[in-house]
């Protein structure tokens, strides 16, 4: 069965960092990307960052420079290290792999951003 699992969401505030990890199943070999997503209250589910295997990163404008998206490939995991957080930040953050086509998500973990 495959599984996303992550870890790491909270409470900080305004200014602080957190880090979220998600470790795929080993039903997920290599996949293509890996990458999280966040869905704030009452909006559409956005991407924040993916990589590739190779280590290809994209990021959304909002997250630039702030966040940190990386991968460990040997250990089917990424990690997003998020700095200088702000209460827009807040979500529910979701870990995403795209897989021989197949896309899979982890059930989300809350971040929340205290002013």
């Known amino acids: 069965q495959v599984q996303l699992k992550e870890s790491g969401g909270g409470l900080v505030q305004t200014g602080g960092s957190l880090r979220l990890s998600c470790a795929a199943s080993a039903s997920i070999i290599s996949p293509s990307s890996m990458g999280w997503y966040r869905q704030g209250p009452g909006k559409q589910r956005d991407l924040v960052a993916t990589i590739s295997g190779a280590g290809n990163t994209q990021y959304a404008d909002s997250v630039k420079g702030r966040f940190t998206i990386f991968r460990v490939n040997a250990l089917n995991t990424v990690s997003l290290e998020m700095n200088s957080l702000k209460p827009e930040d807040t979500a529910v953050y979701f870990c995403?792999?795209?897989?021989?086509?197949?896309?899979?998500w982890g059930q989300g973990t809350q971040v929340t951003v205290s002013s």
């Open positions: 995403n792999a795209v897989h021989i086509g197949t896309t899979y």
